[in-house]
């Protein structure tokens, strides 16, 4: 049973930080491609960032590039997403799906993921 803990949101000003972190049991994340999404108030879930399983490709949302960054600590079996120079459109629950047919390459599209956590809340204030 795969389970992920996502966690480090809260309310931030805009041009704040936060540095979200993801964790997992039953998974290894340097096996797998990881990414990120996020899911703003009465909207679907949109990509934000992902890299594949060796971390030698990485891609971000358009709106997000520039600012924000994904990483993986593999010694921790944690995947990160740095978040900087944030703005009110950035607020969201933001969730690190995994799935076992995504192992060398992750999805823009969120239905191609079958595990996710609850989200961890980033509100972002003008």
């Known amino acids: 049973q795969v389970q992920l803990v996502e966690s480090g949101g809260g309310l931030v000003q805009a041009g704040g930080s936060l540095r979200l972190s993801c964790t997992t049991s039953?998974?290894?994340?340097?096996?797998?491609?990881v990414a990120w999404f996020r899911q703003p108030p009465g909207k679907e879930r949109e990509f934000v960032a992902g890299f594949n399983q060796s971390g030698g490709s990485t891609s971000y949302a358009d709106s997000v590039k520039g600012r924000f960054t994904i990483s993986r600590d593999n010694a921790k079996n944690t995947v990160y997403l740095q978040m900087n120079s944030l703005k009110p459109e950035d607020t969201a629950v933001y969730y690190c799906?995994?799935?076992?047919?995504?192992?060398?390459?992750?999805?823009?599209?969120?239905?191609?993921?079958?595990?996710w956590g609850q989200g961890t809340q980033v509100t972002v204030s003008s």
């Open positions: 799906p995994t799935d076992n047919n995504l192992r060398l390459g992750y999805s823009t599209s969120s239905r191609y993921y079958a595990y």
């Open positions: 039953g998974r290894t994340f340097s096996n797998y491609a």
